[in-house]
């Protein structure tokens, strides 16, 4: 597998995840922990079902501690800290933060053999940010209340544990990514055990809040993470960082369309904004650097 099909394989993960808050939205008003629960079971199901074809997939389970903990610690780490975040602070506030992740991948990527960060990558991840600023800014000021800030620094440390994990992946790149069923299958037992601790279970009501369900640990909470994991091993870490900052755009293009939200000059702004990112890291990214 190519550099060039494995950034491809790994942007596809985008596009699921764009899909991640009109499917929430749609499933009704599920707890978080129990959401995460049901998705990633699903999600961990949709890794095992190759098995049926491939027996030989089982044994990827039998991985180092080290492994188990940077899945873990990816997966339900991540999320059980962002759902912390939108529990004591803003959501848009706490997304703002939590979206420096793209950002830190780009930095973080530099730390691995041969790795070079390059400034373009550098200008694009920027110019990202900055789109998904002004896009969270038009939805108001930000909330620097003292009572907002555990949430806030959950959010802070959510970016980290996300960024950390994907470029370490890299770094575990004899791990097939099958092994990401697993990590599923373990974050929803996880998130089943907080769900009980902490939440009160609601089922959905409809057929279409199942089927808006089953879609999401499907797509954005299942193949998503599959894709993501060739992507971080095989593709170019640096610019799916960069490309990353068009998910919470495209997740608000999906929401204008389903008719959740209204286009604003914002929203165009910001487009705007994260593409010319994605263009300086992807044109100018490719010059070779001076001797």
């Known amino acids: 597998m190519t550099t060039r099909t494995a950034t491809t394989i790994g942007f596809t993960a985008v596009l699921f995840w764009s899909l991640l808050a009109l499917l929430t939205a749609a499933t009704g008003k599920i707890p978080p922990f129990q959401l995460a629960a049901m998705t990633f079971l699903i999600g961990g199901l949709v890794g095992i079902t190759s098995w049926i074809a491939r027996p030989q997939g089982i044994r990827t389970l039998r991985q180092k501690p080290v492994v188990w903990a940077l899945g873990l610690g990816g997966l339900f780490g991540y999320h059980a800290l962002y759902f912390a975040a939108l529990r004591m602070a803003p959501p848009a506030e706490s997304g703002l933060i939590n979206y420096l992740w793209p950002l830190l991948i780009v930095l973080f990527s530099s730390l691995l053999p041969g790795e070079h960060l390059r400034r373009a990558h550098m200008i694009g991840a920027l110019l990202g940010f900055a789109g998904v600023?002004?896009?969270?800014?038009?939805?108001g000021s930000f909330d620097a209340r003292a009572e907002y800030m555990p949430g806030?620094?959950?959010?802070?440390?959510?970016?980290?544990?996300?960024a950390?994990?994907?470029?370490?992946?890299?770094?575990?790149?004899?791990?097939?990514?099958?092994?990401?069923?697993?990590?599923?299958?373990?974050?929803?037992?996880?998130?089943?055990?907080?769900?009980?601790?902490?939440?009160?279970?609601?089922?959905?009501?409809?057929?279409?809040?199942?089927?808006?369900?089953l879609a999401l640990g499907i797509g954005p909470v299942g193949a998503a993470f599959y894709v993501w994991d060739i992507g971080m091993k095989r593709g170019d870490i640096r610019l799916l960082g960069v490309a990353s900052?068009?998910?919470?755009?495209?997740?608000?293009?999906?929401?204008?369309?389903?008719?959740?939200?209204?286009?604003?000059?914002?929203?165009?702004?910001?487009?705007?904004?994260?593409?010319?990112?994605?263009?300086?890291?992807?044109?100018?990214?490719?010059?070779?650097?001076p001797a």
């Open 133 to 139: 600023a002004l896009l969270i800014a038009g939805r």
């Open 152 to 162: 806030y620094l959950c959010a802070f440390i959510a970016a980290f544990v996300w």
């Open 164 to 213: 950390g994990y994907s470029v370490l992946s890299r770094r575990f790149g004899e791990v097939p990514t099958d092994a990401v069923a697993g990590f599923c299958l373990v974050t929803a037992f996880l998130s089943l055990v907080c769900h009980l601790a902490f939440e009160t279970t609601v089922w959905p009501e409809t057929q279409l809040q199942w089927l808006a369900l």
């Open 245 to 289: 900052y068009a998910t919470p755009v495209l997740s608000t293009l999906v929401l204008v369309l389903a008719g959740y939200a209204e286009p604003t000059l914002t929203l165009a702004l910001s487009c705007g904004l994260i593409v010319l990112g994605a263009l300086v890291a992807t044109l100018m990214g490719r010059k070779k650097a």
